[in-house]
């Protein structure tokens, strides 16, 4: 939903006031058992009071995990302070009616449809003590909208847990993203959630060598599991060091990653990231950073021909064909440490292996460079999966004459435009005798 079309004025209730109002909700809703157990953990029951309150009192919880890249990018570029939408800020107006404006574009058109066909809330929202929501931040920004339903259901967190929000986001993860994580969130905005866990839990989620529990992250965060958790947290790595780089004009912040369609870029980011973990210990350094770095063209400039998907392009860069390639590229680049006699020291000579081939090079350069790169690992590629890679010289070369065959009963045509065709036939004639002189010289040397 467009800023320019956003109707609804903020304005809750003031805090002491609403506070007294829940609680004295919440204390008759439970003494009539008008609750909802929840069960933490195997072991801890949270009781829940069910009430009724108007939608307009309410405040929006500013640290909602999908709206995290988002809110953060909005103090950026207004010039507001990093904490603009902290928790400390929760109650302030201007604070709640800027927010208010964000979540307002994550309403989708199914959401309003939906509402409107069903004029039914469906699902009870969850709300702090004081007001502030736990989850909802969407569907109530969404009804405001929409002037619809002067009351709404909720449930509220008791008063001793109101303030402990890593309880409370496990809560309403567990509500809103155990049956499918992708389908309410953008993976990118959990993955930032995980980030400032990581940070903020410290000791609870890092060993004294620096390891992260991704078992405990994926508990707590409602992921599938802990590999689910991890490849999340490298992909988000790896997003930002694709921004990092400053080559994709289209890609300067998080949520430009929408640029790459509809999912954001998931599929492309998870390929790299598992792609990547896999072979970490097992290539070169030098070898990762290029593949990387090809990868990342990929994305960013949607070059991927002689493929059919960026899927395919960014798993092909893995191979093992395309590794083998930029290992021999490698060791061949410069002399290997060399173990010298009578007791010299030891001399390794600087490679000129190019591990960031597109830094500061035009834009038309870059595109010549993936060019190579994709049409090198699309060789290498054939050439591994080929059983007999004797006949992949000839099997090429009748593909190109069928090619040819092709072209001259039915693309040419009188009325071809053949302005410059006969340079064309020349650079034709002249690959065909390099190719006859390079199989005269391979035979001879037989």
């Keep these: 939903m467009p800023n320019d ?40 029951q949270i009781t829940f009071a069910n009430i009724r309150m108007r939608k307009d009192h309410l405040y929006y919880n500013m640290q909602n995990d999908r709206t995290l890249i988002a809110t953060k990018e909005f103090a950026k570029e207004n010039g507001k302070d990093a904490e603009y939408f902290g928790i400390r800020n929760s109650f302030e107006l201007e604070q709640q009616s800027s927010y208010h404006k964000i979540i307002c574009s994550f309403i989708s058109n199914g959401m309003r449809s939906e509402f409107n066909r069903t004029k039914d809330q469906r699902f009870p929202v969850y709300i702090t003590s004081e007001g502030i929501l736990a989850n909802g931040n969407t569907r109530l920004s969404c009804w405001r909208e929409m002037d619809m ?67 405990l992250i994926a508990q707590k965060m409602k992921y599938k599991n ?3 958790a991890e490849n999340n947290h490298k992909m988000y790595l790896l997003a930002q060091e694709f921004i990092d780089t400053q080559n994709f004009p289209n890609f300067k912040k998080v949520s430009d990653l929408d640029n790459l369609g509809s999912d954001s870029g998931v599929q492309a980011f998870e390929t790299l990231a598992k792609s990547k ?40 860069q893995w ?28 001399k390794t000579e600087e490679k000129n292996f190019i591990t960031k081939p597109y830094h500061g090079h035009s834009i038309e350069d870059r595109k010549k460079i993936l060019e190579d790169e994709l049409n090198s690992a699309k060789l290498a590629s054939e050439k591994r999966k080929d059983k007999n890679v004797k006949l992949l010289f000839k099997k090429k070369i009748n593909k190109n004459i069928s090619d040819l065959d092709f072209t001259s009963n039915n693309v040419l045509e009188p009325s071809s435009d053949l302005s410059g065709v006969d340079v064309l036939l020349e650079k034709l004639e002249k690959q065909v005798e390099e190719i006859k002189n390079k199989v005269s010289e391979i035979k001879n040397n037989r």
């Excluded at 905005?189 to 903020?200: F, G, L, Q, W």
């Excluded at 290992?327 to 010299?344: A, Q, R, V, Y």
Aim: with cysteine; proline share 2%.
């Design 5 to 44: 079309i956003i109707n609804y004025k903020v304005n809750p209730l003031s805090p002491g006031e609403l506070k007294d109002l829940i609680s004295k909700k919440a204390k008759k809703a439970i003494e009539n058992n008008q609750t909802y157990q929840w069960l933490h953990e195997n072991s801890k």
């Design 149 to 215: 339903f002067d009351e709404i259901d909720c449930r509220v967190f008791p008063e001793e847990l109101s303030s402990d929000w890593d309880l409370i986001r496990e809560v309403v993860d567990e509500q809103d993203n155990a049956i499918d994580i992708k389908q309410e969130y953008k993976w990118y905005a959990r993955s930032e959630r995980m980030i400032m866990n990581i940070k903020a839990w410290g000791e609870i989620v890092k060993n004294n060598a620096g390891k992260i529990n991704y078992s």
């Design 226 to 228: 802990a590999s689910d």
């Design 277 to 316: 973990k896999s072979k970490e210990t097992s290539i070169d350094e030098e070898v990762l950073e290029r593949i990387t770095r090809n990868c990342f063209e990929i994305m960013g400039t949607g070059h991927i021909y002689p493929y059919k998907s960026t899927h395919l392009a960014i798993q092909d």
């Design 319 to 346: 191979g093992a064909g395309n590794i083998l390639r930029l290992k021999k590229e490698l060791d061949e680049s410069g002399d290997t440490t060399e173990d010298l006699l009578g007791g010299e020291s030891k």
